[in-house]
């Protein structure tokens, strides 16, 4: 899994003044777009020291600790967010993640939990706790929250590679090489598609 900045962008508007926090987040944002997250680090500290009630900067922020694999840290940036609006659910959806990564599923859960009773942008949230159940070897819960994400938004690729392997432990084979090719057709990371078709393989199916 991965956490995406596009998951966590705010709106920016054009031509802030320089200096402005403004103008830092999006400052920041171009540069974890480019992959230079320590710079994209350092930006967006800045904008929090002009703005540190602005929870939407620690949601962001802690994008960029993910893209850096300091889980820890995402963590913290999520609760910070949290402490100053209790109702930004994807500082639920972002700690979960985090949650998800240092294997913690039961808090992975509960904040997944917490997104999707807010009903706002809650497709990562059912990917997440999806991830979490299927970590803890609840395989058909884990094809039901996949199955919520993709009627979201069909276009997430993860549902789909969740899916087919909560699908293998169900011994669905069919089902679970339906769901690694849409993986495939639909994924750019090569690494994990590569890893699709072995599971492909394995299960005796072939890709398009």
Not at 39 to 54: G, S, V
Not at 77 to 96: E, F, G, V
Request: net charge negative.
């Amino acid at each position: 899994m991965a956490l995406t900045a596009s998951g966590i962008l705010l709106n920016a508007c054009s031509g802030p003044p320089e200096g402005s926090a403004e103008w830092y987040f999006q400052h920041a944002y171009r540069l974890s777009q480019a992959g230079a997250y320590d710079e994209a680090l350092q930006a967006y500290t800045d904008a929090i020291n002009l703005e540190p009630m602005n929870a939407k900067l620690y949601v962001n922020r802690a994008a960029v600790y993910a893209n850096l694999e300091n889980f820890d840290q995402v963590i913290a940036d999520c609760t910070k967010a949290l402490t100053l609006d209790p109702n930004l659910a994807l500082a639920y959806i972002n700690r979960a993640y985090a949650y998800n990564a240092k294997r913690d599923y039961q808090s992975a859960i509960q904040d997944s939990n917490s997104a999707i009773s807010m009903g706002k942008n809650v497709a990562e949230a059912y990917i997440n706790r999806a991830y979490a159940y299927l970590s803890l070897g609840e395989f058909e819960r884990a094809v039901g929250d996949c199955t919520e994400a993709i009627e979201l938004n069909q276009s997430l690729s993860q549902a789909y590679f969740h899916r087919a392997y909560a699908f293998k432990a169900l011994d669905k084979k069919d089902e679970a090489i339906a769901n690694f090719n849409t993986f495939i057709r639909l994924s750019d990371d090569q690494e994990l598609i590569e890893k699709a078709r072995q599971e492909i393989q394995i299960l005796g199916g072939t890709t398009p």
